[in-house]
């Protein structure tokens, strides 16, 4: 069965670390894959989105991903984590069609 | 308008009544879909629609939920004889096609059944 995986629920980071956020995906063939970000009370919003090609991915707010075709995953990672970037974040995949499968989100913490 | 519009933003229902969810997405986009995000989990699909057609409606979970686009723009997401178990956030998004250029998403509608 098609399936995104986020194995962590939750996160700490300090401001200024860096952050990796993991997304594993198990899939038929190599699905489009997303990372949305929530805020409280908030929808989601695309952060980036990957179909094909470059296999680094490069999004808004300074987030990237790198997809690995060899490990079915593409973690999401920025290089130094700021306050306002705490919220939730779901990897998502597709296979081409408008039925997205989501994973359970993984709940950031940030510690100034 | 500029982005997808839900309304209302909160919802609170007594077991058994109906209630009816508005979406207004963004002008010009042809696809809308509903979502519905249990606590602690990632959204779950429930229907799509190209243009005022109902392309799939598989994720709907049984035939007390229905859901409308008579003009092709504005949705309305249906409930019959509410349940406690249907409490969640209804999510509606967007899009120009359906080859998944990613959607928007609305702010979503916390719909609570006591």
């Known amino acids: 069965a098609q399936s995104v995986t986020q194995p962590d629920i939750h996160i700490t980071v300090s401001e200024g670390a860096s952050l990796e956020l993991r997304c594993n995906y198990s899939?038929?063939?190599?699905?489009?894959l997303f990372w949305y970000v929530q805020s409280p009370g908030q929808g989601l919003q695309l952060l980036l989105k990957y179909f094909s090609g470059d296999t680094l991915v490069q999004g808004i707010k300074g987030f990237e991903a790198e997809f690995k075709r060899s490990q079915s995953s593409f973690n999401l990672r920025k290089p130094s984590v700021h306050w306002s970037d705490a919220a939730e974040y779901f990897c998502?995949?597709?296979?081409?069609?408008?039925?997205?499968?989501f994973g359970t989100g993984t709940r950031l913490k940030v510690l100034a | 308008g500029a982005g997808v519009s839900q309304t209302p933003s909160n919802k609170v229902t007594e077991k058994g009544k109906y209630v009816e969810l508005r979406c207004d997405p963004i002008?010009?986009?042809?696809?809308l879909y509903w979502y519905r995000q249990s606590l602690g989990q990632g959204p779950e699909f429930l229907i799509y629609f190209q243009g005022t057609g109902a392309a799939d409606d598989s994720g709907l979970p049984n035939d007390r939920f229905f859901a409308v686009r008579p003009e092709g723009s504005v949705s309305t997401l249906k409930i019959q004889r509410t349940e406690r178990g249907d409490s969640a956030v209804y999510l509606c998004a967007s899009s120009f096609d359906r080859v998944g250029q990613g959607y928007t998403f609305g702010s979503g509608t916390r719909l609570t059944v006591v």
């Open positions: 899939y038929g063939a190599t699905p489009y």
């Open positions: 002008s010009g986009h042809t696809a």
């Open positions: 998502a995949a597709g296979s081409g069609t408008y039925k997205y499968i």
